[in-house]
């Protein structure tokens, strides 16, 4: 069966960064590209960006373009979130969420992300 | 960037009860467009997607219409495990957008 293990939470003081990691299992991993999604306290979702699994493309919403970088290792069928200049409302969880058509249909559990000075 | 406006934001309702939510774009998905449901403290479930088509495993008690700009998700009878919060989601440009969500609760 499909599985995105995420990595766990993480406190980080502003200014500094976070990497995130989404293991993928259940699924050939180069099939299918990988979002990442966003939801701070209370707040709607917000997408971040998302790796094209095949050949390593990535796009990313305007808000965190220069910010935010999107990797993977395709050996060991993980991708990774990493976003730097943290901020305190930057405090959030992140998902990861396995694509088929823009359709997000395997996510992470998620990943408690808390800045704080 | 394509606005989603859902509503509403919150919603009330009895066990049986049909429900009924809907979803504005700022411009023309044509059909692109998908449903999510979150339980608190859970990661969101896709229900479904192009507008109107049920995800493998939903109850058929949930369904979607529309397009061009106008969607609605109905649950048609309400059951005490649905209380969660509700998202629509535009696929037909990048970026991906959520609408606001609507939280169902239990009357």
């Known amino acids: 069966q499909v599985q995105l293990v995420q990595s766990g939470t993480e406190v980080k003081k502003p200014g500094a960064s976070v990497k995130v990691s989404c293991k993928a299992s259940?699924?050939?991993?180069?099939?299918?590209?990988m979002h990442w999604v966003r939801q701070a306290p209370g707040q709607r979702l917000e997408w971040m960006g998302w790796?094209?699994?095949?050949?390593?493309?990535?796009k990313y919403s305007q808000k965190f373009q220069g910010r935010v970088t999107i990797t993977m290792d395709t050996s060991a069928s993980t991708a990774y979130m990493e976003m730097s200049s943290l901020r305190s409302d930057d405090t959030a969880v992140y998902y990861c969420?396995?694509?088929?058509?823009?359709?997000?249909?395997?996510w992470g559990r998620g990943t408690l992300v808390t800045v704080s000075s | 960037d394509i606005q989603m406006t859902q509503s509403p934001s919150s919603l009330s309702a009895s066990v049986g009860d049909r429900v009924t939510i809907t979803c504005q774009a700022s411009q023309d998905i044509s059909n692109y467009l998908n449903w999510y449901q979150q339980k608190p403290g859970k990661a969101p479930k896709l229900l479904i997607y192009d507008a109107s088509t049920l995800e493998t495993g939903v109850p058929s008690r949930f369904s979607g219409s529309g397009s061009g700009t106008d969607f609605t998700f109905t649950i048609s009878s309400l059951q005490p495990e649905d209380i969660a919060t509700y998202y629509c989601q535009q696929c037909d440009n990048f970026p991906l957008t959520f609408g606001g969500g609507t939280k169902v609760e239990i009357k």
């Open positions: 790796i094209n699994t095949a050949n390593g493309n990535t």
């Open positions: 969420a396995k694509d088929v058509q823009y359709q997000l249909d395997y």
């Open positions: 259940g699924y050939t991993f180069t099939s299918y590209s």
